[in-house]
């Protein structure tokens, strides 16, 4: 069950290609609009048990990311933004700074 198959010209058996399945990005997910429920300088994490994508539209300058700890800085473009990011399953996520966010949507 864990993808190690002893070799590379061995066939993957179905419990590996059910890992593999649970795991990858974009199988079984769907796009979900959660702008209603997201906001600035709160801490989300992923507990989804797979990777998920995130889709976000902003008005501000210059928007500070904090994915799992790491800072992802993104200019603005005439005060105007667009970010996207993959976040790994049980990492956390947020937008450091006060911006006004137009969308958020998740594919999860």
Known sequence: DD???GGATKLLSAEQG???NDKALGV?????NLTASRA???IYTNTTG???QVAISYNG???YFDIGGVEIYMPDYNSFGFAFFIIP?????RI?????????????
């Open 3 to 5: 993808l190690t198959t």
């Open 18 to 20: 059910k890992v593999l």
């Open 28 to 32: 079984n997910q769907t796009w979900q």
């Open 40 to 42: 600035a300088e709160t």
């Open 50 to 52: 797979k990777p998920i």
């Open 61 to 63: 300058n210059n928007a």
């Open 89 to 93: 399953n049980g990492t956390t996520y």
């Open 96 to 108: 450091r700074n006060q911006i006004s966010i137009n969308s958020w949507s998740e594919l999860r």
